[in-house]
């Protein structure tokens, strides 16, 4: 193959229609397809990539140990692999569109249809709908912020699949705390873009954060682009504590030495900060743990989900369970609203946020980690019975958070950075 199929390019086909809700209007934009779909064309090229794949992993067998021929060719068999999961996703939506065209074919009435009234019509009702819709979603983002909007269509989380990737960081195993991941709402042109914080300092403090382009350069650690917070380490407003999260161009973490939130402006550099309620516990007063141990300096837990990030903390006035707080985007930085539940800070080992629902997993064993406890901030129901099993790689999971742009979870654990699938399923009794 002369030249990779970029990925741009293939999720371009895919976006035939698209809504943005901007300012103060609704805009609703229809791009078609000038020609039919090329099919055949799509299916030589998924049969170059197989052969390509062949021939490349061959090619490696070959290879004699040069280190930076054996990196390209990861590099290159891991886009590859993502470029034939993309093909194969838009094989699946041009078979359904094809079903669908077929299907509609054999309607009587459009046989004779030569103006095509009906499939405009069919058209414009989709797009009023469509546009109802975004009506409605500007409607409730501009309430105030005491109601975030929730867009959960894929239900509740019935399961974990993975690992989907699996590999160790740049650094090797040198530190053991750490996040990584994707920002869900990433900055133009930064897409693609996969982040990682470890802990450089004592496995507790961290004064930069690292940017690989791509998930391939993130897994063989090539090319990083690091950011820098603060020249010293640690230092007021550097990090403490693995439970980092990017959203919006920006990371979100425990301040040093100060029972605060910290937002730095990646574009900006700058960094900004609001307190916790008085008396929440940081520097180690309240970490997450299981009878063998604690995650140290773990007092403070950013999430993302569909509707933007919350922290997990708590504080002696709620008997050193979970307290649960949103944080608000804007400037300054400050939090919303604010839910105490009853599970006991040191028995979870991680919190993650799905769709407004707070998650928390325990130690079962070196290879089990388990989703068991869900804490709804709809319904404020709480359970304590899920049995959703993560498969883990090494012993300890140090950071874990979701991604709803990807419906990812991404784990740091023991200096490996591990991906899964999060899978969720339409219920009868669950709100969505
Ligand atoms: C949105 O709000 C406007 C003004 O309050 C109202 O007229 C309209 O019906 C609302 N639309 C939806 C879809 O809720
Ligand atoms: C970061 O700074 C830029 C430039 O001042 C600003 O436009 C953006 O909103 C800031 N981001 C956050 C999350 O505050």
Redesign the pocket.
Known sequence: MSSPVSVRTMTLFLALFSQSVSGKECVCELKSLQRPFPMEKLDSIHTEVNKCTKSITSTQMEDDGDLYGAVSLRIIELELAEIMELLGKLKNTINTHKQLSQSTETQELEEFDLSQVVSKQRENQRMKRDLDKCQEELNSTSEPPTARPRHCPQGQLVDVKGPKTYALTQYGTSYAYGAWGKDPKPAPGKENTYWLVALTSSNAFANYVRHYSSLSTILVGVGPVDTVIASSNPTTNTIIGPNVVQY???LYYGCYNSPSVC?F?I??RSVTNTPLPHNSGFNNKFPFGHLGGTYVYTDLDFSTDESGVWVVYTAPENFGNVILSEVM?G?PLSLGRTWQTSLHKRTATNTFMACGVLYATRFLDKETEEIFYSFDTETMQERYDLKINIKKMQTNIQSLNYNPRDRMLYAYSDAYIVSYDAVFQLTGNYPI
């Open positions: 919006g161009d920006a937002r402006n574009s900006e985007e400037s």
